[in-house]
């Protein structure tokens, strides 16, 4: 069939490129409180490493604004920027402040240089000369048991540079020092968990709508053969590809090489590798969409077949779309810097997920659950214990892009945050949703060939776990300060476990897992309505 044939290069890539790379570290970009658990923790050095925002004034107007980190000591810094006093930005003399200045100061935020002596030192030289503030240009870490009462913030060399650059240019700049909370939940956060459940939901009931066509039709062609020879081509008809054992097996292996190798090669050009291998599973994942959407209503042109150069029979329907989807993908491209590019990229991803989810398929529960366990344990060792060995979480600086100039990879579906003044998005891998949308899928296929119910069978209550464990999934974020979180940590024992849980309770279980699929009295009357079954009675 054309959709087999054009998709299994799909799968293959999908595979490597998504699942490999980001099975499923959520992350929640922009986060402000830093990992400070190496940092000093004696008296007058009890507060949390949080980011800071420097708002320059030039001339009583708002110029451009950097962002510091707050040190472990001195006064906590305002959250909001309308209780943040406006004071006079000056340089040091001596820059590098680990002497007395040379003349006293009257509230002004003091910039000085890095180096010579300890942070704490220049920041009692600039409280003793009068300062309001002190900004180092500095990235080391000092201890102190000093009573200092003064704001200190580090900036990067890059800033500190900027602002010595306004001072000397400009007769007046000033600057306010305020760190914003950031809300313990964000709208963002909802819009996320709606998009990944309802993605799987879509694919679910395409995936069971697909499977119970098919078998309507292979049912027909099985009652009509008069021979061996028709029979064997009647049953041959399959556009599902199955995961057996021995590939979920081999998943945490490939999966963890891959990851390994991007982890070391992180770069420019190799986002853009991936931008480009994104685009072209984006395009064909919208095309598959749009085309079974489209259908429906444009059935001949679906039915009637092109040939094509390099692609073979391709439908007319599909011609008709490839062009949009084409030229979308690549605005995406061109402009996925843009504020508004996470709508074009989300809806490539979810295009992409979907089409998978339709194609792909766990044959039983014990493929599922090999394929989930492994994910689950990848999952934990490569956000957690990587850290032992690399010193940092393997999977969150892939996820997020670390050393590549860009804003994360784009295999992510993301949301920017609404409500938060840092901004950044609320983001969560594909993987995420691919493993136990394979399971969830699998549910609502053997619910519709097992003629079940909605509440007597396994969907709603597998749909509900998946809502459930990602749901954790981002109490647990924001309990933990925005870092990030391995999402199947939570989803698989969800949603495998009530699985699990209730085909055991419903007597069910032996099936699921061996079969997954139920007893019927002919294996051709299978994934049909009711009343033809009743018909067939």
């Known amino acids: 069939m054309e959709s087999k044939g054009q998709m299994c290069w799909v799968i293959g890539m999908f595979a490597v490129m998504l699942v490999i790379l980001n099975s499923a570290a959520t992350v929640r970009a922009g986060d402000i409180v830093h990992d400070d658990a190496s940092a000093p923790k004696k008296p007058g050095c009890a507060n949390k490493f949080v980011l800071v925002k420097v708002q320059t004034l030039i001339d009583g107007v708002e110029g451009e604004q950097f962002v510091g980190v707050g040190a472990r000591f001195g006064t906590t810094i305002v959250s909001d920027q309308k209780t943040a006093n406006i004071s006079r930005l000056a340089l040091s003399d001596p820059r590098d402040c680990c002497v007395p200045l040379k003349k006293k100061l009257t509230g002004e935020v003091i910039m000085v240089d890095r180096g010579n002596c300890k942070f704490t030192k220049k920041a009692n030289v600039a409280q003793a000369a009068g300062a309001s503030a002190i900004l180092v240009v500095n990235n080391r870490r000092d201890e102190t048991d000093l009573d200092i009462h003064i704001p200190a913030v580090m900036l990067p060399q890059d800033a500190g540079s900027s602002l010595e650059k306004l001072i000397l240019e400009r007769s007046s700049v000033s600057v306010q020092l305020f760190s914003p909370h950031r809300p313990a939940v964000d709208v963002a956060e909802v819009f996320l968990w709606l998009m990944a459940v309802g993605t799987i939901v879509c694919a679910s009931y395409w995936s069971a709508w697909s499977a119970k066509e098919a078998f309507i039709e292979q049912d027909k062609l099985l009652k009509d053969a008069s021979d061996e020879h028709s029979l064997t081509k009647a049953v041959g008809v399959n556009s599902v590809v199955e995961v057996n054992t021995l590939s979920a097996l081999l998943f945490v292996v490939v999966a963890s090489c891959f990851l390994v190798i991007f982890y070391k090669v992180m770069s420019y050009w190799f986002i853009e590798v991936l931008v480009i291998l994104f685009c072209l599973g984006g395009i064909e994942g919208l095309q598959t969409c749009l085309v079974a959407f489209l259908s429906r209503w444009f059935k001949k042109s679906a039915e009637s077949l092109t040939k094509v150069p390099l692609f073979g029979a391709v439908s007319n329907l599909r011609l008709a779309v490839s062009p949009f989807c084409v030229v979308f993908a690549i605005v995406w491209a061109v402009y996925r810097d843009a504020s508004y590019a996470w709508i074009g990229q989300d809806i490539l991803g979810i295009a992409l997920i979907v089409t998978v989810l339709q194609i792909v398929h766990v044959p039983n529960l014990k493929v599922a659950a090999v394929l989930l366990t492994l994910a689950f344990l990848y999952d934990i060792f490569w956000v957690f214990v990587s850290k032992m060995l690399f010193h940092e979480?393997?999977?969150?600086?892939?996820?997020?892009?670390?050393?590549?100039?860009?804003?994360?990879?784009?295999?992510?579906?993301?949301?920017?945050?609404?409500?938060?003044?840092?901004?950044?998005?609320?983001?969560?891998?594909?993987?995420?949703?691919?493993?136990?949308?394979?399971?969830?899928?699998?549910s609502l296929r053997y619910d519709w060939l097992a003629s079940k119910t909605l509440r007597s069978g396994y969907f709603l209550w597998a749909m509900f776990a998946y809502g459930l464990g990602l749901l954790l999934t981002y109490v647990a974020l924001n309990l933990m300060d925005g870092h990030g979180q391995p999402a199947l940590l939570y989803i698989v024992p969800f949603t495998l476990g009530t699985f699990m849980v209730l085909g055991k309770k419903r007597g069910d279980l032996n099936i699921l897992w061996a079969r997954g699929e139920p007893n019927r009295s002919c294996p051709h009357f299978g994934l049909q309505s009711s009343d033809h079954t009743d018909q067939e009675k």
């Open 393 to 442: 979480s393997v999977m969150i600086v892939v996820a997020r892009g670390d050393g590549s100039g860009e804003d994360g990879i784009p295999m992510l579906l993301k949301i920017p945050r609404m409500f938060d003044q840092w901004g950044g998005y609320s983001v969560i891998g594909f993987g995420d949703i691919l493993l136990p949308g394979l399971l969830i899928t699998f």
